[in-house]
């Protein structure tokens, strides 16, 4: 009877390992979801801005918000629907020096690619943020520059910790709760219990 208990007892141990592992396997990591849905927004810009150009609209401002230069020059004509924004913090500005040097930016996630990336802790996300450096002698865009650096700096919940360690390793994240937890059980106990 104590030998079948045992078996059982080691086989369900190993199925919930083994699944566990498997889970793991499986795993994407959400911040690079969220990064690369603000990648193709910034893409699509790119893409409607250079149209716009190529129609002979020169009069972009060195730097504006989305909805200004959508109201001013882009329309529904070279944006049919307006970006999604994967975080409740991506908002979307033009940074334009000719009709050669000019980009859109999330002022989370940067540019579409620069010459710089700047992992940053967002919530329980992170994903890189890209600048490029050529734009710094803009005004705004050096303060979203130094907005970027100041999440660097962004200290999580332990809510928020727990939850992206689950994103990156569900096993071990169980594993620590279940240790963590056990461990404010046993204090309590002994502090408080009889």
């Known amino acids: ?13 190993g199925l919930i390992f083994f ?30 801005t250079k149209k716009c150009i190529a129609d002979g609209t020169m009069g972009f401002p060195t730097w504006d918000t989305f909805e ?5 020059l882009l329309s529904t004509k070279y944006v049919p629907q307006k970006p999604t924004k994967p975080t409740p913090d991506c908002e979307y500005f033009i940074v ?27 919530h329980e996300y992170s994903f890189p943020s890209k600048v ?11 303060s979203h520059y130094d907005n970027i650096v100041r999440w660097v700096g962004y200290t999580p919940t332990l809510w928020e910790d727990v939850k992206y360690r689950y994103t990156r390793n569900p096993l ?21 219990g009889p």
Do not use: Q
């Open 172 to 192: 071990t994240t169980i594993i620590y709760v279940i240790f963590g937890v056990l461990a404010a059980y046993f204090t309590y106990k002994n502090i408080y």
């Open 19 to 48: 699944l566990g592992i498997l889970g793991t396997a499986f795993a994407i990591d959400p911040g690079f979801e969220l990064a690369k849905s603000c990648r193709a927004n910034l893409t699509m810009l790119n893409a409607a």
């Open 68 to 72: 200004h230069v959508y109201t001013m």
């Open 1 to 13: 009877m104590i030998a079948k208990m045992k078996m059982s007892v080691l086989i369900v141990t």
């Open 96 to 122: 334009f020096m000719n009709v050669n040097n000019y980009d859109w930016y999330c002022n989370l996630h940067g540019v579409e690619s620069g010459d710089r990336s700047i992992t940053i802790r967002y």
């Open 132 to 142: 490029n450096s050529k734009y710094m002698s803009i005004p705004k865009y050096k």
